[in-house]
């Protein structure tokens, strides 16, 4: 009789399926099969072997292994059904987010030769119109070694134009191997600086005590030489044949840090984040998986991949958000690693100057060691900071006089100045001093903000955008008028304020194009006076020697959120864009203009101290029942209109009453309209996260079995961040 396994697909649905395999099969859990399904043949994980099949139902069988060994080693495999399970996320979907996308789609996993394209030797007769197809040529010409379609069309070339030149003989393919992964001679690589006494210190303790699972939490000020330490502890560290992941939030914002680490590794440095092509995943997924001797510095998605020699973690900048996917599987990148680590039984380094409450109170707890920095590196002085009341100060352009000539005063002395505003556009608001009449998005609950660069209204909540009107849409009043601040107006104003002076904007729009983003900090390093006018782009770990004055036009936003992560998040990342501040020889000094200047949380952040906020938050949150206290998920919903959401949240809500669980709502969220979408929520909180979590399951399983209506869709987020 032949044998039957369960295997997991790439689908939104928490149940396996199974199938019998045919006699001459061997399978293992984590290895990738082909499967008939309805009408279709798809890829597919093995999850069990040997199973019993459900009695009285034929099953088909398996059609084949993609290979004979598993795409998902035992131990990611185990970290992925643990994840699946602390995120009440479909087992399946978990699972083949640690593919890259060629292997999802069934592609073999081996690396491609690529094909190349390169310009023939043919004399061009082109006619004298096909600008591109000429420019095309030239381009190629350039580039005698090939260059593949996926950089054609980078360069702003499509494949028709390239057939074109085909066509007539001006263009021919070849077939460019792999290259072998090199491996770096040691004359390659070179070491930075020797550690000061403080590093050394924090260095020694990171390594102090146990061997095996021993995490860290590095809490060291900005500017006091992290990326220092984190190079210092892999190179003594980490023995020539093992695998280290380094998460960072964001790499294509620090490029440098990528350079540093390669200054160290050479060749053994790997990057994974979201602007890799699919050869590109493929090829550092194999080398991975293969338990070649990475050092994979990556985003998000870096912590699921299928190391089978790792022996260290660090999480760079612990506490940023972006660890945390926002949508469909909603793990957190950070706490995977963790657990990782675990798993591995190796170290964990989580580093930060702003450590996240949750980090924090395992520090406390004795569960993380703290190992503190608690001075900057090069001798430089942490910036002082102070707050500006605005209050009956005149604005220009949201910016007060005493900022504007400390700005000036920056420049005089040859050094740069850093404005932080927490918006991107020219305003967040249009309205007309007449009538009163504001722009809204039709789709959700939100107004449109003016980008007057591109003369468009946009919702940054939805991908709905219009043009912009001279007058009052409502009563064509001229009196139209921007409120309230964005970078592009910030921009203006200070591009009319200091006209000699470049202004660069750093904004998720001026940094769109490729290579943007590298072109800026290259200027700004240079070092020569200038002005950056940015959103919180500009607060993740930038290392600008000459920024000596960092002014904040505005920090009240999150002062009085309902969310209650809110005034953690506001401290982090004031701290962080304080810390761009004076980072080489000249000291730096932080305006933050206010109208709260009284406000406690405020005049604490000018004392400098974060564990001293931190430990106020913290006994808020307790007192508050909230995390890290207490385990908490929301149940969202989304529905036609706001009562079916709520509805919808209410026949549940029954199943959570019981001991030990906490309810709050089912509330509208903040922004109760969304792409048109009603949104709400039910807070379901727990002392034990035992409890939650069974609790999850049992409301997922319910669900799951549920008739529902059309368009009322639910998701469950655990160690959500956003709870407004
Ligand atoms: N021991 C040292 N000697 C000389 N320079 C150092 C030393 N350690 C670090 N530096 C330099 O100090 C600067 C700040 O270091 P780094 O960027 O690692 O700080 P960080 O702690 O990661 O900061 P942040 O948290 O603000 O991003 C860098 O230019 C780095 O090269
Ligand atoms: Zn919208």
């Not at 840090?257 to 493929?282: K, P």
């Not at 004795?366 to 604005?395: C, F, H, M, Q, T």
């Not at 590298?518 to 020569?528: P, T």
């Amino acid at each position: 009789m032949s044998s039957t396994a369960r295997i997991a697909l790439n689908r939104p649905i928490r149940q396996l399926f199974d199938y019998t395999v045919p006699v001459e099969l061997q399978l293992q859990p984590g290895q990738r099969v082909h499967v008939p399904f309805g009408r279709q043949k798809i890829t597919g994980i093995v999850v069990e072997t040997g199973s019993k099949p459900p009695a009285g139902i034929t099953l088909k069988p398996v059609s084949y292994a993609l290979e004979d060994w598993p795409a998902l080693p035992a131990e990611t495999f185990r970290l992925l059904s643990w994840a699946s399970d602390y995120y009440q996320h479909p087992l399946g979907e978990c699972l083949f987010t640690a593919l890259p996308p060629a292997l999802r789609r069934g592609q073999p996993a081996e690396e491609k030769p690529e094909i190349c394209w390169r310009a023939t030797s043919a004399s061009p007769e082109l006619p004298a119109n096909a600008h591109k197809q000429k420019a095309l040529l030239t381009l190629l010409q350039e580039h005698p070694e090939g260059l593949s379609m996926s950089a054609i069309t980078k360069a702003g070339y499509t494949q028709q134009q390239l057939k074109s030149l085909a066509g007539k003989g001006l263009a021919e393919s070849l077939i460019r191997k792999p290259e072998p992964a090199s491996h770096t001679a040691d004359s390659d690589v070179t070491t930075g600086p020797t550690l000061s006494p403080a590093q050394e210190k924090a260095a020694e303790q990171l390594v102090e005590g146990e061997n095996g699972f021993n995490p860290c939490l590095l809490f060291g000020i900005t500017g006091s030489g992290k990326t220092e330490i984190y190079l210092d502890y892999l190179t003594k560290n980490l023995a020539r044949d093992k695998q280290a992941l380094v998460l960072v939030p964001e790499i294509n914002l620090t490029p440098q840090t990528v350079a540093r680490f390669q200054r160290y590794f050479g060749a053994r440095i790997a990057v994974w984040h979201s602007a890799l092509n699919d050869r590109e995943r493929l090829e550092t997924w194999l080398k991975i998986r293969n338990g070649e001797p990475i050092i994979l510095i990556g985003t998000r998605s870096a912590a699921l991949l299928p190391f089978t020699q790792l022996s260290a973690i660090i999480v760079d900048e612990e506490h940023d958000s972006s660890y945390k996917q926002g949508d469909g599987f909603r793990y957190s990148a950070r706490d995977v690693a963790v657990y990782r680590a675990h798993l591995n039984q190796c170290p964990i380094i989580l580093g930060s100057a702003t450590p996240s409450l949750e980090s924090l109170n395992n520090a406390k707890q004795g569960k993380y060691k703290l190992v503190r920095l608690e001075e900057r590196a090069k001798n430089a002085a942490p910036p002082s900071l102070s707050l500006l009341d605005i209050r009956s100060r005149p604005l220009e352009g949201g910016l007060s006089r005493p900022a504007i000539s400390a700005i000036q005063q920056a420049l005089n002395k040859g050094e740069q100045a850093l404005v932080f505003v927490n918006r991107r556009g020219f305003a967040p608001v249009m309205m007309c001093f007449d009538c009163g009449h504001t722009v809204e998005c039709p789709r959700c609950d939100t107004r449109l903000t003016y980008h007057r660069r591109d003369r468009a209204m946009r919702c940054h909540h939805c991908d709905y955008q219009t043009a912009a009107t001279e007058a009052c849409p409502e009563c064509q009043s001229e009196a139209f008028k921007p409120v309230g601040q964005g970078t592009e107006r910030t921009e203006d104003i200070l591009g009319e304020a200091f006209p000699d002076t470049p202004v660069v904007r750093v904004d998720r729009d001026s940094t769109q194009r490729k290579g943007s983003i590298q072109a800026i900090l290259k200027q700004v390093n240079k070092g020569d006076p200038c002005i950056l006018v940015g959103t919180q782009m500009l607060a993740k770990g930038h290392d600008f020697p000459n920024v000596t004055l960092v002014v904040v036009v505005n920090a009240d936003g999150g002062l009085f959120s309902v969310d209650f992560r809110a005034p953690e998040q506001l401290i982090q990342t004031l701290l962080q864009v304080s810390g761009r501040a004076g980072r080489g020889a000249k000291p730096g000094e932080v305006l933050i203009q206010t109208c709260h200047s009284d406000h406690p949380l405020l005049k604490a952040l000018c004392r400098g101290n974060y564990l001293e906020i931190a430990d106020q938050l913290l006994a808020e949150r307790e007192s508050g029942l909230l995390p890290p206290f207490r385990a908490m998920a929301i149940l969202r919903a989304e529905g036609n209109t706001m009562e079916q959401s709520l509805q919808f949240l209410d026949s549940v809500k029954p199943m959570t009453q019981r001991p030990g669980i906490e309810t709050w709502g089912p509330l509208p969220a903040l922004i109760a309209r969304r792409a048109d979408r009603h949104r709400a929520q039910l807070i379901i909180n727990s002392g034990s996260r035992k409890s939650l979590n069974y609790l999850l399951r049992q409301i997922c399983q319910h669900l799951d079995q549920m008739p529902m209506r059309p368009r009322t869709r639910w998701m469950i987020d655990v160690d959500p961040l956003e709870s407004g």
